[in-house]
């Protein structure tokens, strides 16, 4: 059962859902102005057969699914705990969610206290997997799982996958048979139809919310690298990280994973079948393997594209090629546009990043790219992509440097505005990047005026720098100002 009251809350907003439909249905009966009003009828008895319907088809979602869904209780490690939000962000958080609950779940601790986050998941697998987000559990020392019937379990983390935000858990000792969630087609989805969410959002023990699907295969929303998001006006608030999105029939078509705090109704789930195919390697591996061409890309504007003599909303431009990298050993050089990959057009960066990476490393592919407007074939040999903890060492040994991905949340925590590059969460002093005047809380847009979107393209960027050589790095300040600082790689 669920706790707290919810059941009331949950059948009201179904319930104005319907009465919605209703008042539609109501619209074909209403009479022409001038008319003389005839008095009101109790809705026909058809009507209420389809509202009775609609309501029992979300009733039956919710019954079968809310069994499968957890609330994730995470102990954080102690690093992780005593960063804290800055006053400002924790001033912005007072005034969105009021008073009571900023005080219950974003007020900053004493630094004694160890910290706890909490999310949602769910039971895909009877011998105990758990599908959730990796930012629910990323810093996580410990994890407790409780199920709808209250069972509480230890849970290990299987593996986590921070370029898509998947987690895998598996239960420790569950003792006995465990409600599994059914697993849908995202790729059969479609704009326009039903959509349930369940999850725990502050603390509400398994809350059902309804919408439609809103759109479909979403990018660029900055949440993560690999985005092809459903997106839903299902109700999705914080708590809500790692639980399910369903369709009519109650089978799992998404993970739902982030809001735009800014507006209302809209929020982004990963497709299941990218979370499958994203489980499968956890599962097998405890890590997510990848193909990785080694380039710097970006998306063409129209004037780009006329220079280039492509056709607009096509193909990607080269900005760099990494050294020893496959894409250097198959030829491409930067300024070509790469038009199609593996027999397949290329629309935008997500489009070829999505491509290469489900490419197994080792494999030749064929690789069509523009140079000097015209259609030049290639063959790349894919390499398997370097792990983020690879990238982001290689970043610290250059310019004393910590980075991570921007994300519409890191942002807002830094009064930034940029939609895209490396967030600086750390500074070695008397470093390269101290002396540049680099700050933690600076959003590295360019360097050297070629964008980098990953710790890979500011490793290859600086490491490309002989001793002494100085590049032009453009940041982004808290509060939204953008400046140009030089970057010196060291002397020997």
Same mark, same amino acid.
């Given at each position: ?11 009201r ?8 439909v ?14 003389p ?25 919710a ?8 609330n994730?209780?995470v102990?954080?490690?102690?690093e ?17 969610f ?12 004493p ?17 105990g ?27 290990t ?18 003792g006995?048979?465990?409600p ?9 989805i ?35 690298t ?8 299902a109700?999705?608030?914080p ?57 710097v890309?970006?998306d ?5 594209s006329?220079?280039?003599g492509?056709?607009?909303?096509? %193909?990607? !431009? +080269?900005?760099? #090629?990494?050294?020893?990298?496959p894409?250097? /050993? $198959? &030829?491409? *050089?930067? @300024? =070509? ?5 593996a ?6 960066v ?5 491509r ?34 690879a ?13 991570e ?15 895209? %590059?490396? !967030? +600086?969460?750390? #500074?070695?002093?008397?470093s390269?990047?101290? /002396? $540049? &005047?680099? *700050?933690? @809380? =600076?959003?590295?847009?360019e360097?050297?005026?070629r964008p ?14 002989k001793p ?25």
């Open positions: 059962m669920t706790r707290g009251g919810v059941p009331t809350v949950i059948r907003r179904m319930l104005s859902h319907v009465f919605l209703a008042a539609m249905l109501g619209t074909f009966a209403m009479p022409a102005l001038g008319q009003r005839t008095p009101q009828r109790p809705p026909a008895p058809d009507s209420q057969r389809l509202l009775r319907l609609l309501e029992d088809a979300f009733v039956s979602v019954d079968r699914a809310t069994p499968s869904v957890v994730v209780s102990r954080m490690k102690r992780a705990a005593e960063s804290a939000p800055s006053p400002e962000a924790e001033e912005r958080f007072r005034e969105f009021g008073p009571e609950l900023f005080e219950r779940f974003f007020r900053r601790r630094p004694r206290e160890e910290g706890q986050a909490a999310g949602s998941g769910v039971i895909v697998d009877a011998r997997y758990i599908l959730t987000n990796n930012h629910v559990v990323e810093n996580a020392a410990e994890i407790e799982v409780r199920l709808s019937d209250d069972r509480k379990f230890k849970a983390l299987v593996g986590r996958d921070a370029r898509t935000d998947l987690a895998v858990l598996k239960l420790e000792n569950p006995g048979p465990l599994i969630a059914d697993l849908g087609d995202s790729d059969k479609r704009v326009g139809q039903w959509a349930i969410a369940i999850g725990n959002p502050f603390g509400l023990d398994r809350t059902v919310t309804m919408g439609i699907i809103s759109a479909t295969g979403r990018t660029h929303v900055g949440v993560a690999y985005e092809a998001f459903i997106q839903t006006d109700s999705i608030n708590g809500n990280s790692g639980g399910p999105l369903l369709n009519l029939d109650g089978r799992v078509v998404g993970i739902n994973t982030a809001i735009v705090s800014s507006g209302q109704g809209i929020g982004f789930a990963i497709p299941i079948n990218m979370a499958r195919e994203i489980m499968t390697q956890l599962i097998a591996r405890g890590r997510v393997v990848r193909g990785w061409l080694g380039v890309i970006q063409l504007t129209p004037e780009l006329a220079s280039f492509v056709k607009e909303d096509t %193909g990607v !431009l +080269v900005a760099d #090629v990494m050294k020893d990298s894409a250097e /050993a $198959a &030829g491409l *050089k930067p @300024g =070509d546009v790469v038009v199609d990959f027999g397949s057009a290329i629309k935008d997500p489009d070829l990043q999505k290469v990476a489900g490419v197994e490393p080792g494999r030749p592919t064929p690789l069509v790219v523009m140079r000097d407007h015209k259609s030049v074939t290639l063959s790349v040999k894919i390499g398997e992509q370097p792990s983020d903890d990238e982001a060492s290689g970043g610290d040994d250059i310019v004393g440097l910590t980075v991905p921007l994300t519409p949340e890191t942002a807002r925590q830094n009064r930034l505005t940029a939609r895209g %590059g490396l !967030l +600086v969460t750390e #500074v070695t002093p008397g390269p990047g101290a /002396a $540049a &005047g680099i *700050k933690v @809380g =600076d959003a590295i847009l360097v050297n005026r980098v979107t990953d710790a890979a393209a500011l490793k290859q960027a600086v490491g490309a720098l002494g050589e100085s590049v032009p790095v453009y940041l982004q300040r808290g509060g939204g100002s953008n400046e140009y600082v030089m970057l010196t790689a060291p002397r020997p």
